[in-house]
Nanobody, 123 residues
Framework: QVQLVESGGGLVQAGGSLRLSCAAS????????MGWLRQAPGKEREFVAR????????YYADSVKGRFTISRDSAKNTVYLQMNSLKPEDTAVYYC????????????????WGQGTQVTVSP
């Protein structure tokens, strides 16, 4: 099993920044990719970004490209999501996900999930 613990959500004004963190523990060798998905109230889950550990390749949703950056600290088994130029439409619960890169990069499924962290962007 892999445990994912997220932190860093909160309330920010439009145009502001937040950084989310996700620390992985347990059988982390079984997952080769980590990333973030989000779900806003009344909406479907949405892919945000993913980081492939072995290749270092990153993937982003078009809606966040150029504003969000996913990165990792291998020594800490932690992945980060730096979110800049936040918009009200970025408001959602953000979930950390860890899985195999065999799934499409924008898959809405994952093997492991964090508990979610709320990000609220006010106008």
């Amino acid at each position: 099993q892999v445990q994912l613990v997220e932190s860093g959500g909160g309330l920010v004004q439009a145009g502001g920044s937040l950084r989310l963190s996700c620390a992985a523990s347990g059988r982390t060798f079984s997952t080769k990719r980590m990333g973030w998905l989000r779900q806003a109230p009344g909406k479907e889950r949405e892919f945000v970004a993913r980081f492939n550990w072995s290749s270092g390749i990153t993937y982003y949703a078009d809606s966040v490209k150029g504003r969000f950056t996913i990165s990792r600290d291998s020594a800490k088994n932690t992945v980060y999501l730096q979110m800049n130029s936040l918009k009200p439409e970025d408001t959602a619960v953000y979930y950390c996900a860890a899985d195999s890169p065999l799934r499409p990069y924008n898959s809405l499924s994952s093997d492991y999930w964090g508990q979610g962290t709320q990000v609220t962007v006010s106008p």
